[in-house]
């Protein structure tokens, strides 16, 4: 995995899971590698893995089972929110990159409504 | 946390020249240090010293409470950045000799390393290619139980295979109560397996910390901030 | 320390056995020689001459091989290992020094061994008097004291070489004066003479162990005993005896002891790979 330059290595290993656990590669109940595997497959050190794991935690996204290991939540109103915070901020990404190209607010509604319908 | 290392005031001189100059530094138990530095910046003497192969001019260092002598080397895992095993021997003589004079040595751990780097007991160690070298030499190391581990630039000159294989040892070998101190140039290969990292210019400490706390105080990888601190 | 002498061992008996199987083959040479001109009365220089040299070779380069592999752990990168091993300074010099004594040993005994037994196989005739008349010298009093003060000499002489390995390793850096070890040493043994002979004029008593008999130098016969005056040995008197200077002797112990001291400090103190 290619880590982006400017963010804790932490905080990017938490992207990556909520990512995997948004698109559906881990589901909820499902049980996460385990410290010593995912920072041998990373290459990371295990300390920094076992931060993501308690800011997750933390963060109501997975939660340990004493001698288990570390599991994703089912609560479904926490993994819809993840999903809706992931949408937003793609959003807002969406937005300021064709503000930057000089669409307006609602230049960007038609145009997005146009796509639609051809996609159809 | 307990320090396993407490150096202070450490001074090396080669002639007139400063290799260290008046270091201070702690290290503590169940850290990964990453020791970074351009040639000649005094992380080989240093290490050196920390190894008990190279004296210092002046300071003290302190290893598992003792200065080094018999009993730190029991207690300190040393991989040097050259082939130290005797010309004569078999990877088995090797691992025979290790487990003859270190206690906290498993010659069943070194066995499962060996075969995980695809290595042949019966090789003669004059046989072997710079990365099987480094690859046996880092399996002695990391088949000791020790407090301290120092390793001197394990992936230098080791193809991407062989490097892979190496930093999965490390970390896999790694039972988070001892201390690794790694030095290495490539730094933005290896700079996600260490907690905190030290760098070292000529002959001083220059920048030392958390490497996650400095990513996000700098907003940059240590990879960059290595390339401004010597690139100046 | 017994672990450490084993992989001396290991690392080292194959070029010793190699010396010992040459040094077997030159001297059979010679035997052969002897044997065949005893039956033909006429002598070669080639068959003789050519092994003596190679004996003499074998010899020296043993010496200088077992005095190299010290050398080698000072400047060489298998250092890194034997310095990084939980080894006292005394531990892997006193391995080094046994395993040298016995390599000397071994082939001083086996070429004698052999030899005395090619003689035997040779003179069958007469060989087993001969032998048992050999081996009487081998296991005389005065035999055995030699090879037993000889042994602590030459023991001296080799910590000595060591010191001035590891002095010169310690003061220059720089590699390519690494024969700067022998002037050092050249150096320690003339003052060590020198010493020594004062030393036996200050205190002229010597010792016969043989015989445990102490005599002084001025009571010797000046005709049949051969020495110059402070020699730390005169081999003297109608009976053969060997006489060895109390003082000097004394002096070889000590500078013995000390330098092995004295190394163990370097190798283990002032070392800087």
Redesign the interface.
């Known amino acids: 995995m290619n880590f982006n330059d400017n963010l804790p290595i932490y905080i990017q290993i938490m992207n990556l899971l909520t990512k995997r656990i948004i698109l559906g590669e881990l589901k909820g109940g499902e049980k996460l590698p385990s410290v010593r595997e995912l920072s041998t497959e990373l290459k990371v050190n295990p300390n920094t893995i076992q931060r993501s794991y308690q800011e997750l935690e933390r963060e109501g996204i997975v939660f340990t089972q004493r001698g288990m290991g570390t599991f994703v939540s089912e609560d479904r109103a926490v993994l819809n929110e993840l999903k809706q915070n992931r949408a937003s901020n793609i959003i807002m990404h969406f937005i300021q990159d064709m503000n930057s190209l000089g669409f307006g607010k609602d230049e960007i509604i038609e145009l997005i409504k146009d796509m639609a319908k051809e996609a159809k | 946390m307990a320090n396993i290392a407490e150096i202070k005031g450490l001074t090396k001189l080669y002639n007139r020249k400063k290799a260290l100059n008046n270091v201070t530094l702690d290290l503590e138990s169940g850290k990964i240090y990453g020791m970074l530095g351009p040639n000649g910046s005094g992380k080989t003497s240093l290490i050196k010293i920390l190894s008990g192969i190279l004296r210092e001019s002046s300071g003290e260092v302190l290893i598992d409470g003792h200065k080094p002598g018999v009993h730190t080397k029991s207690v300190v895992a040393y991989l040097p950045d050259r082939n130290f095993l005797y010309k004569w021997m078999s990877i088995q003589d090797a691992v025979n000799l290790f487990k003859d004079f270190y206690g906290d040595f498993d010659e069943y751990r070194a066995y499962e390393l060996l075969d995980f780097m695809k290595l042949d007991r019966n090789m003669k160690t004059t046989e072997l290619s710079k990365g099987m070298m480094e690859k046996l030499n880092l399996t002695l190391i990391l088949s000791r139980k020790a407090k301290l581990y120092i390793l001197d630039e394990p992936i230098a000159g080791v193809d991407p295979v062989a490097r892979d294989q190496i930093l999965n040892a490390i970390i896999n070998n790694y039972d988070g109560e001892s201390t690794m101190l790694i030095t290495t140039h490539l730094v933005r290969d290896m700079e996600n397996i260490f907690d905190d990292v030290i760098f070292l210019k000529d002959g001083e400490v220059r920048l030392i910390g958390n490497a996650e706390s400095l990513r996000a105080e700098k907003e940059k990888s240590i990879d960059e901030i290595y390339k401004q601190i010597f690139g100046e | 320390m017994g672990?450490y002498i084993?992989?001396e061992i290991?690392?080292s008996y194959?070029f010793i056995l190699g010396i010992i199987a040459i040094l077997i083959i030159a001297t059979t040479a010679i035997q052969l020689d002897g044997f065949y001109n005893l039956a033909n009365g006429f002598d070669s220089f080639l068959t003789v001459g050519i092994p003596l040299i190679i004996i003499l070779g074998a010899m020296i380069t043993a010496f200088f091989y077992i005095v190299g592999s010290f050398r080698k752990e000072l400047y060489e990168?298998?250092?890194?290992?034997t310095?990084?091993?939980?080894?006292?300074g005394k531990q892997i010099l006193g391995s080094k020094l046994i395993v040298a004594a016995l390599w000397f040993f071994l082939l001083g005994i086996s070429v004698v061994i052999y030899n005395a037994g090619l003689a035997m196989l040779f003179y069958a005739k007469d060989g087993y008097p001969m032998m048992k008349e050999f081996l009487k010298i081998l296991w005389s009093k005065d035999v055995r004291s030699f090879i037993i003060l000889s042994t602590i000499s030459s023991i001296t002489t080799l910590v000595m070489i060591y010191f001035s390995i590891a002095l010169s390793r310690v003061t220059i850096?720089n590699k390519k004066i690494g024969g700067f070890w022998f002037v050092i040493f050249l150096a320690m043994n003339s003052l060590y003479g020198f010493i020594g002979v004062m030393l036996n004029r200050a205190f002229p008593y010597y010792f016969d162990f043989a015989n445990w008999n102490m005599m002084k130098s001025s009571e010797m016969n000046p005709v049949s005993s051969l020495a110059m005056s402070g020699s730390p040995v005169i081999t003297g008197g109608f009976t053969g005896s060997i006489y060895y200077g109390i003082a000097s002797l004394a002096l070889t112990i000590i500078v013995g002891v000390g330098l092995f001291y004295g190394t163990s400090y370097l190798i283990?103190?002032?070392?800087?790979?």
């Open positions: 672990k084993k992989y290991k690392g194959k990168d298998r250092g890194y290992l310095f990084s091993l939980p080894l006292s850096k283990e103190k002032r070392i800087d790979l």
